[in-house]
T-cell receptor, first 117, second 115 residues
Framework: GAVVSQHPSWVICKSGTSVKIECRSLDFQATTMFWYRQFPKQSLMLMATSNEGSKATYEQGVEKDKFLINHASLTLSTLTVTSAHPEDSSFYIC?????????????FGQGTRLTVV | SQQGEEDPQALSIQEGENATMNCSYKTSINNLQWYRQNSGRGLVHLILIRSNEREKHSGRLRVTLDTSKKSSSLLITASRAADTASYFCATKGNAGGTSYGKLTFGQGTILTVHP
């Protein structure tokens, strides 16, 4: 199946610093990628839809200035958590769909565990 | 907000037993998908059922969909310890455009299979 790679797998940062998370589609071109956030033992909450070459679409309640998304190429989307605070600590997961495939399943990255201290 | 609700929230069974998880949703859908997540990892797609389908099988998995009740169930037969994971249903709405591929996830069921 299609592969989506997310990096880093985990990161610890100090309060006030910024952290960048990368999401790459390795064997297909993804015009759209999705960023989710997941708290322990909870479901995935969609944060934003990343569109190649245009501005991301953020879900209600998600601060676009805090969670910067850049989708500069068909295989890479980045999520930057700016001025991170401990409450931003969470598991962040990206997904992408291969438009060339007939099925509509989404392929997920392995996730990034962010801990802000 | 998540529109899907799953029950049970947690399920603990012995190896060899069957595990049944249920999912309900609120809006009309194009398809419903089930995903598996091992602790601290990404999601793996298990099976997709379209809105015009009622039942689908894949190996030890059986999925049903009742659009009149807006519900779905996932049955794992002859469970194994390696099936221990969280299971999520996800729905894809009928809207197209930039919403294409956008999934709404249920709350998930934590399945523990004891050897």
């Amino acid at each position: 199946g299609a592969v989506v790679s997310q990096h880093p797998s985990w990161v610890i940062c100090k309060s006030g610093t910024s952290v960048k998370i990368e999401c790459r589609s390795l064997d297909f071109q993804a015009t759209t990628m999705f960023w989710y956030r997941q708290f322990p033992k909870q479901s995935l909450m969609l944060m934003a839809t990343s569109n190649e070459g245009s501005k991301a679409t953020y879900e209600q309640g998600v601060e676009k200035d805090k969670f910067l998304i850049n989708h500069a190429s068909l295989t890479l989307s980045t999520l930057t958590v700016t001025s991170a605070h401990p409450e931003d600590s969470s598991f962040y997961i990206c997904s992408a769909r291969d438009p060339a495939r007939a099925r509509t399943e989404a392929f997920f990255g392995q996730g990034t565990r962010l801990t802000v201290v | 907000s998540q529109q899907g609700e799953e029950d049970p929230q947690a399920l603990s069974i012995q190896e060899g037993e069957n595990a049944t998880m249920n999912c309900s949703y609120k809006t009309s859908i194009n398809n419903l998908q089930w995903y598996r997540q091992n602790s601290g990892r990404g999601l793996v797609h298990l099976i997709l059922i379209r809105s015009n389908e009622r039942e689908k099988h894949s190996g030890r998995l059986r999925v049903t969909l009742d659009t009149s009740k807006k519900s779905s169930s996932l049955l794992i037969t002859a469970s194994r310890a390696a099936d221990t994971a969280s299971y999520f249903c996800a729905t894809k709405g009928n809207a197209g455009g930039t919403s294409y591929g956008k999934l709404t996830f249920g709350q998930g069921t934590i399945l523990t299979v004891h050897p």
